[in-house]
């Protein structure tokens, strides 16, 4: 499973194959609103285009073709667009255990900090591979089996609000992106600061995790950046890996609905089209994932969890996935973490551990992480696995390549909407909003006399 540097160049002869011989079908220019889509109860066909009854008919297709569209469709209807990045220049200076990464693009600069721990033993001559952690993380699980943590100081990337301070918006306000897509872009700098300034690690061995909103935040920095070798969400819930459909299997009920409620600002203002409607939704979380094909991704979930619909990712969003994954012939890049703990619980770390040290360092493992008990798989939820496209996944298996990962905003005229203002920022944060924990740099009181619950030294919750 190790990386091997000589799958750049096999990628990009196999991308450039594909893209000679296979014409993409066109994305439908205007994007089309939320109301005009067809409303589809079970998780839609991944490997149907949109707006199309054209399927995928082989491994380059998939690579050249739809899961660009599937990026498309996720930008366009809830991250937004990934900002182009082509004109940042990016310093980095260390001090100790503190990384400062400078971004500037057009007369305009923000920093975006991290704290480094790294393993005995790691060094220039020894690199080692790294966990880039939004919000804190049990270092000493990671740094004891050989791997350095560089935990981002999200907060300074942007706000968990709708104020537009911090290093992100200082280079791009003005445009419709959600926060997850502002900490994602955090992560990235932190590895471009990583290749510059901290030659102890192997930027080439790189994953990110994070948990609860910054678990949706991790999926969407393996999402946008190809160099994330292995995205680790954990507790991500409604807008990272759990299900918008089958929302209601476990957990307080978490759905579009009060997710987009409580925290309006961590995805853009196009998804609110879908409140109350989410079965027209021409994605589900499912393929999330699926973009992040062939790089590895494991999610971690607790059976105690009271608060996302862990038995919903458990048992109808990696199955579906991983359908994905096997088709392409990489069916142990993806792998399901179940534990008995709760929401964001440390042990997670642990528990996701053998399949980091598998990926990293080539170090076997018993575990088998395609086991769900205590549930099974729930495949009435994806009925078009019973037809998955009959090619086989090709010889040359695309990993990762060496540049960000990044959709062009689309030329295309969309339609004008009408949109309710987001609401100026309360000094408690709503139900279901986080009001606590180690390194939380936001408010610990709730709205409407909710309670703010502790549930680890890590996370509070207003519920």
Not at 23 to 32: E, G, V
Not at 39 to 50: H, I, R, S, V, W
């Amino acid at each position: 499973m190790r990386l091997q540097s000589a799958s750049f160049v096999a990628l990009a002869a196999f991308v450039h194959l594909s893209l000679a011989q296979i014409n993409c079908p066109a994305f439908p220019n205007p994007r089309p609103a939320a109301s005009t889509l067809t409303a589809q109860t079970t998780l839609p066909d991944p490997f149907q285009y949109f707006q199309s009854t054209q399927r995928v008919a082989s491994p380059e297709e998939w690579y050249a073709c739809r899961q660009p569209e599937i990026k498309r469709l996720l930008q366009e209807y809830q991250f937004g667009f990934y900002p182009d990045t082509s004109a940042e220049t990016v310093a980095a200076s260390r001090s100790g255990t503190s990384l400062t990464v400078t971004v500037s693009a057009g007369g305009k600069s923000g920093q975006v900090r991290a704290t480094l721990a790294l393993p005995s033993g790691a060094s220039a001559s020894n690199p080692v591979p790294v966990m880039i952690a939004i919000g804190g993380v049990d270092n000493g699980a990671y740094t004891r089996a050989g791997i350095a943590v560089a935990t981002l100081d999200y907060g300074g990337v942007a706000p968990d609000s709708n104020g537009k301070t911090g290093a992100f918006w200082s280079l791009y306000n003005g445009q419709d992106i959600g926060v997850l897509t502002a900490w994602a872009w955090g992560v990235h700098r932190t590895l471009d600061g990583i290749i510059k300034a901290v030659p102890e690690i192997d930027p080439k061995r790189t994953a990110a995790t994070g948990c609860s909103r910054l678990g949706k935040a991790a999926l969407a920095a393996g999402l946008f950046d190809d160099r994330i070798l292995v995205t680790v969400p954990m507790s991500s819930g409604i807008q990272g890996l759990g299900p918008y459909r089958y929302w209601q299997l476990s957990g307080q009920g978490e759905n579009l609905e009060n997710s987009k409620q409580g925290a309006p600002w961590w995805t853009c203002s196009v998804i609110s089209g879908f409140l109350n409607n989410h079965e027209r939704l021409p994605y589900d979380s499912h393929m999330i994932a699926a973009a992040i094909a062939p790089r590895y991704v494991v999610i971690d979930e607790g059976q105690g969890d009271p608060y996302v619909n862990a038995r919903g990712t458990a048992t109808i969003v990696y199955p579906a996935v991983r359908e994905v994954y096997k088709w392409l012939g990489v069916a142990d890049r993806i792998g399901m973490a179940i534990r008995s703990g709760g929401h964001c619980d440390m042990s997670g770390h642990a528990n996701v551990m053998p399949f980091l040290q598998k990926v990293f360092s080539n170090v076997t493992t018993s575990r088998d992480y395609n086991n769900l008990s205590p549930w099974s798989a729930t495949s009435s939820a994806f009925p078009w696995a019973t037809a998955i496209p009959t090619a086989t996944g090709p010889v040359v298996i695309p990993t990762s390549t060496p540049t960000t990962t990044t959709v062009a905003t689309p030329t295309t005229t969309t339609p004008t909407t009408t949109t309710t203002a987001t609401p100026t920022s309360s000094p408690c944060s709503p139900k279901y909003g986080q009001c606590g924990g180690i390194s939380w740099p936001g408010p610990t009181c709730c709205e409407s006399n909710v309670p703010c619950v502790v549930l680890n030294t890590w996370f509070s919750q207003c519920v």
